[in-house]
Each structure stands twice: as C-alpha cells, then as structure tokens.
C-alpha cells in the first residue's frame, strides 16, 4: 500500500474541500433558478420551452452548463457571476448576497 507524502495529502484534502464548495454553489444556483420559476409562475418544462431546449435537459442539470449561462441569466435577471462564479467574475460593485431582479 503506498502512503502519501504530506504534500499530496494537502492537496487531497484542499481538492475535496474545492468540489464541496462547488456543489453547494452549484446547487444555489439551481435553487435560485428554481425560485425565480416559481416566483414567475414557470415549471421546468416552461423554462424549458423559454431556452428552446428539453424539459429532462434542465431536470437533470447538476450545474448550469456553460452554454447556457448567458441565456439563463438574460431570462431571469440573474446575473450570469451567481450562476456559475467559476466561469464569470462577480463585478467588484455587487455584493453576493445581493438580491436578484423581482
């Protein structure tokens, strides 16, 4: 059995933290969109129909695809930084908790 240098359990244990963060902001992003459906009256078959693409694509969404950030954040406001913080920068005059367009 090979054992681990301390380094290479650093690294471990930083790149598990790293996937549990992205886990729970991926699944706060589906939750906001799912508030923002619910709030606007749209059930993931509507927001579906309104992204021109298969109610059991955005069903079995784990994360917000990358290409269809823009396209989600133009649809309900929410901006495209909150729904996948990896892939945009949150601009330096917006607070994360700030609320979303109701």
Known sequence: MATSTPEEEFHNIRAEASEQQRCKTDAAALEELRAWGEREGHNSSAIARML???????????????????????????????????????PLDASPEAPQNT
Do not use: H
Request: net charge positive; proline share 8%.
């Open 52 to 90: 021109g693409i298969k109610r059991q694509a955005v069903s079995s969404w784990q994360r917000i695809p990358a290409e269809r950030v823009r396209q989600v954040s133009q649809l309900t406001g929410i901006p495209a930084w909150r729904l996948r913080p990896d892939l945009f920068d949150q």
